[in-house]
């Protein structure tokens, strides 16, 4: 009897211990994320629910990106699939038919309405440009469709993925009041933009730039220009006036430093545009970064 007494008091004791614990909310639902900054973007969303992973490491440019054999095990593994959409991830296509199965797809831009722009190979075509993520007011798009995804793939998750993107939201309206008060500082005549290949149309949409050219006609930092489309830059930067050429880090600035020996310009190759950085680890720090050097060279 005293041997039953005595089980039964650890038996209690044990589930009380159990009980006592901390909770974990942790749901295994494999969640991937095509780019860095949409990983960024919707682990702000699923909080300490979920674990986002990013199909691109840090610092990958997605237009050059070369897909390897283990991202085929991560797409065939991911439950919920992350695209930015437009056509931006051109090298998820392969990827879903080796990797097979189904999977939940959220595409972080339906809802918005693209800017176009010349198709990369016949500029007599038109495209949406997908970089929209350089407008925050684009952004909480962005965000209110990860969290309806993820409320379609975990249902007793809504709560708290409904609460995680209303906090981010109202972050990224303070980021479009900060970054409208530094941008503030550029007398609106020197609000000029030149890149490497068109990326800025939202930002400069949102916060009264121009872009005075792009290097290279394209959406894309992979494409190439001729003799012809190097000269029409070269006098596109003369004739407005602008003192910089502004590069992702990822770029090659060779083009770009031979167009500033022709016209004088300041190049600034250390943005990060289109992937996350060591620099930049977060969303929120990326665009702080990027504005700050902005201003810095054009004020």
């Not at 006592?20 to 699923?46: C, E, G, Y």
């Not at 283990?70 to 991830?89: C, F, H, Q, R, T």
């Not at 590069?247 to 250390?270: F, M, R, S």
């Not at 990326?286 to 054009?298: F, G, P, R, T």
Request: charge should be negative.
């Amino acid at each position: 009897m005293k041997k039953n007494i005595h089980l039964i008091w650890l038996t209690a004791l044990f589930l009380a211990a159990c009980g006592s614990a901390a909770p974990n909310h942790a749901v295994a639902l494999k969640v991937l994320a095509t780019t860095t900054i949409l990983k960024d973007l919707a682990q702000n969303v699923a909080g300490s629910r979920l674990t986002v992973d990013s199909l691109l490491p840090l610092g990958a440019d997605p237009h050059a990106y070369q897909p390897r054999p283990a991202d085929v095990a991560k797409v065939a593994e991911s439950a919920v699939l992350i695209l930015n959409g437009l056509e931006y991830e051109h090298f998820i296509e392969p990827l879903l038919e080796n990797a097979g199965g189904q999977r939940l797809t959220i595409t972080a831009s339906d809802g918005l309405i693209p800017l176009n722009m010349p198709a990369e190979d016949d500029p007599t075509q038109k495209v949406g440009d997908p970089h929209m993520w350089l407008n925050p007011n684009d952004t909480i798009q962005y965000i209110r469709n990860i969290r309806d995804g993820l409320i379609r793939a975990d249902p007793t998750g809504a709560d708290e993925y409904s609460a995680n993107a209303q906090d981010y939201i109202a972050q990224l309206q303070e980021l479009d009041a900060w970054i409208q008060t530094q941008v503030n500082q550029i007398p609106p005549q020197k609000r000029l933009l030149v890149t490497n290949h068109q990326v800025f149309g939202y930002f400069a949409e949102a916060y009264g730039f121009r872009v005075a050219d792009s290097i290279l006609p394209s959406l894309s930092s992979e494409a190439s220009a001729s003799a012809q489309e190097l000269a029409a830059s070269i006098d596109a930067i003369k004739a407005s006036g602008a003192p910089v050429i502004f590069l992702d880090a990822a770029e090659n600035p060779q083009l770009a430093k031979q167009i500033a020996a022709e016209t004088g310009v300041q190049v600034v190759n250390t943005l990060s545009l289109e992937a996350l950085t060591e620099t930049a680890p977060t969303y929120l720090q990326m665009m702080k970064y990027n504005v700050s050097e902005i201003v810095k060279a054009l004020k």
